[in-house]
């Protein structure tokens, strides 16, 4: 299940006003979010599962520092960001920094962030199935079989639902949306 | 701890965030840190003799806009360095304007003074403790403002503590204002703006240990 920018803010918010049940979903979802942020730029999975707690704590002992006018994916990926750069600073490791420049660089991280949630958007504009398809198989890396299964219909059914969410995609990019 | 349990423990017992808890916390810090600020000037330095004079004049005013405009302007700023997603502050620059103001107002004393008397509007008679005074007493408010980012989530650690440091010189200086006598907009320009930078500059340093979270 993947919530978009707008869930997510919404329970953002409603947390921040006292409702714990909106709160613990926004930190299920922020823990699936931290997990394959940390997973795409640490190899060691160890301190992946580490580093997903640390975050959850800051993220809630720190809410007050987000601004409810903003994206809260930007925010949480701030918060994680500087909790990946601090980890690997005490540690002082020789192992895999790689993609550490990447990290580093907050105006590409802005732009990718943001890029991200231009996808979202699109996305919300089709069909509840279709987008779905696209999601598991283009970018949460499901194959379609795995993707048919997890949601309970046929692997045909996935196929043509990706084909047509994208065939729709592309003729409103070509149309300027 | 498993996850799952982590985010249980969070959830309940969940207390609420009202709207703008991080600007009435670093308000309240300050504010905190001016008091103590204010007590060591009223203890320790006194007021000025004059006082009841100055606040009628134009001079005690405009040092009070300088200072006081640095402070609050800094310390607007560090509201935005509390947030993670901060990447720069460009409205330092806007810090500039007083600092241009007080030094047009400084030319305007110049031109305005027989040559052999300039010295004494650089230097003041208190040019030698002043910067230190300032800095000193900003010591309390910074770290209030410390504190107070025990909740903050700042990514540019020591950028956020040179702004910090500048904002909490900045409300001293304004305080100190009630305390020196100089009256000249050469000697505010430079002496009061050396202590508040000494003031950002030990912040950033001691920033970069105090702010990691």
């Known amino acids: 299940m993947r919530e978009s920018e707008d869930e997510l803010r919404a329970l953002m918010i409603a947390g921040l006003g006292g409702d714990a049940r909106a709160h613990h979903a926004l930190l299920s979802a922020a823990a699936r979010l931290l997990r394959s942020f940390f997973m795409r730029r640490h190899r060691d999975a160890s301190d992946v599962e580490d580093l997903v707690q640390d975050t959850l704590v800051a993220i809630h002992t720190r809410r007050a520092t987000y601004d409810t006018a903003r994206h809260v994916t930007a925010w949480i990926y701030a918060v994680a960001r500087y909790k990946l750069i601090d980890h690997l600073r005490r540690r002082r490791l020789g192992t895999n920094i790689e993609g550490l420049e990447e990290v580093l660089a907050v105006e590409g991280f802005e732009s990718a962030t943001s890029a991200r949630m231009d996808v979202d958007r699109m996305l919300d504009t089709l069909p509840a199935k279709q987008a779905m398809a696209i999601r598991d198989t283009r970018l949460d890396g499901m194959s379609i079989a795995e993707a048919a299964v997890q949601r309970g219909i046929s692997e045909s059914d996935v196929k043509i639902s990706v084909h047509r969410g994208l065939k729709a995609l592309a003729a409103r990019l070509k149309g300027g949306r | ?213």
């Open chain 2, 1 to 213: 701890m498993q996850t799952q349990d982590l985010i249980e423990a969070l959830s309940s017992d969940l207390r609420r965030v009202p709207p703008h808890a991080l600007e009435r916390r670093l308000g309240a810090a300050a504010a905190l840190g001016m008091m103590v600020t204010l007590i060591l000037v009223l203890v320790g330095l006194g007021l000025r003799p004059d006082l009841a004079r100055a606040i009628l004049g134009g001079m005690f005013w405009l040092k009070l806009g300088y200072t006081a405009s640095i402070g609050l302007g800094a310390l607007a700023m560090t509201a935005t360095l509390a947030r993670p997603e901060a990447s720069h502050i460009s409205a330092l620059k806007w810090l500039l304007i007083p600092m241009a103001l007080m030094g047009l107002l400084g030319v305007v004393d110049l031109a305005e003074t027989p040559f052999s008397a300039w010295g004494y509007l650089w230097m003041g008679r208190s040019w030698k403790i002043c910067p230190f005074l300032i800095f000193a007493l900003a010591i309390p408010i910074y770290l209030g403002l410390m504190i107070a980012f025990h909740r903050f989530a700042p990514s540019r650690l020591m950028m956020t503590g040179a702004v910090a440091g500048l904002a909490a010189g900045g409300l001293a200086a304004t305080i100190y204002c009630l305390h020196c006598p100089e009256a000249s907009p050469l000697f505010v320009l430079t002496w009061y703006t050396l202590g508040m930078a000494l003031a950002g500059l030990a912040g950033a340093l001691a920033g970069e240990r105090l702010l990691r979270w």
